[in-house]
């Protein structure tokens, strides 16, 4: 009998690891059947879609294609919402309502709702969760529900090679200059200049990099010294190594 036990346990468990490989193997060919691209724009036809473009599935809700632009070697992760209008099925006009520049990061679950002008500068990344809008509502009349009544609307300008951390909140107006450190949790309304570090609801300057006296306050680390060109995995392990024999 404890034989039997044991081919029945082994065959349950080859069985499990069969199913886990085909469930995988299956999970990764949706992944990469559903992902959008610009030689596989599935059901959107965007304004553009640069090359290296890729919108992993599944995608968020999207609507407004026609008004979106997104530039190349973009990565839109899972679940992330872009939408050009505020309801499907509008006509906008000949301009573009969302653009995304080359080079732009947005984190899974994020939402970039445009309503009206809203753009994203190269090279910009976004962790998960960033909540974007052109579009807030208002409470001017206290006997009409808020959400019944007509919202105020302002372009956005996010400017390149800024880093949008987790769970921040870009609100209508938002002009944030070049380079530009949002801090996770963070509430933006308003002009945030160049080179600038904002953290906070709502947002302030924490720090600031000034043209002859650096970072202020200064920071209170190094900065990171890149890997130099051609170095192996296998020599940065035995370099660590002999750090540690060192000390």
Same mark, same amino acid.
């Given at each position: 009998?404890?034989?039997?036990?044991?081919?029945f346990s082994s065959l349950t468990a080859w069985r499990r690891r069969a199913v886990s490989r085909v469930v995988h193997r299956g999970a990764r060919w949706v992944r990469e059947t559903g992902a959008v691209t610009a030689e596989r724009p599935g059901p959107y036809r965007f304004r553009r879609i640069g090359t290296g473009t890729r919108l992993a599935f599944p995608q968020g809700t999207v609507f407004g294609a026609p008004w979106?632009?997104?530039? =190349?070697? %973009? !990565?839109?992760?899972?679940?992330?919402?872009?939408?050009?209008?505020?309801?499907?099925?509008?006509?906008?006009?000949?301009?573009?309502?969302?653009?995304?520049?080359?080079?732009?990061?947005?984190?899974?679950? @994020?939402?970039?709702?445009?309503?009206?002008?809203? &753009?994203?500068?190269?090279? %910009?990344?976004?962790?998960?969760?960033? *909540?974007?809008?052109?579009?807030?509502? @208002? *409470?001017?009349?206290?006997? $009409?529900?808020?959400?019944?009544?007509?919202?105020?609307?302002?372009?956005?300008?996010?400017?390149?090679?800024?880093?949008?951390? $987790?769970?921040?909140? !870009?609100?209508? +107006?938002?002009?944030? +200059?070049?380079?530009?450190?949002?801090?996770?949790?963070?509430?933006?309304?308003?002009?945030?200049?160049?080179?600038?570090?904002?953290?906070? =609801?709502? =947002?302030?300057?924490?720090?600031?990099?000034?043209?002859? /006296?650096?970072?202020?306050?200064?920071?209170? &680390?190094?900065?990171?010294?890149? !890997?130099?060109?051609?170095? &192996?995995?296998?020599?940065?392990?035995?370099?660590? /190594?002999?750090?540690?024999?060192?000390?």
């Amino acid at each position: 009998m404890p034989i039997n036990q044991n081919v029945f346990s082994s065959l349950t468990a080859w069985r499990r690891r069969a199913v886990s490989r085909v469930v995988h193997r299956g999970a990764r060919w949706v992944r990469e059947t559903g992902a959008v691209t610009a030689e596989r724009p599935g059901p959107y036809r965007f304004r553009r879609i640069g090359t290296g473009t890729r919108l992993a599935f599944p995608q968020g809700t999207v609507f407004g294609a026609p008004w979106i632009e997104l530039g =190349a070697h %973009c !990565i839109i992760g899972q679940d992330v919402t872009l939408t050009a209008g505020m309801m499907p099925d509008l006509d906008l006009g000949p301009d573009p309502i969302l653009t995304l520049g080359d080079g732009v990061v947005l984190g899974r679950g @994020s939402h970039v709702i445009a309503d009206v002008r809203l &753009t994203i500068g190269d090279d %910009c990344f976004f962790g998960p969760g960033v *909540y974007v809008t052109t579009t807030n509502h @208002s *409470y001017d009349d206290p006997e $009409t529900p808020v959400g019944k009544q007509w919202p105020r609307t302002d372009p956005v300008v996010i400017g390149p090679g800024g880093w949008i951390g $987790t769970g921040a909140v !870009i609100l209508p +107006g938002a002009r944030l +200059g070049r380079n530009v450190v949002v801090a996770a949790g963070a509430v933006v309304r308003g002009e945030v200049p160049d080179h600038a570090v904002v953290a906070g =609801a709502p =947002a302030r300057i924490v720090r600031r990099w000034e043209p002859d /006296e650096g970072w202020q306050p200064p920071l209170r &680390t190094p900065a990171p010294v890149p !890997i130099p060109e051609g170095v &192996t995995p296998e020599q940065l392990v035995a370099l660590g /190594e002999w750090d540690k024999a060192q000390g």
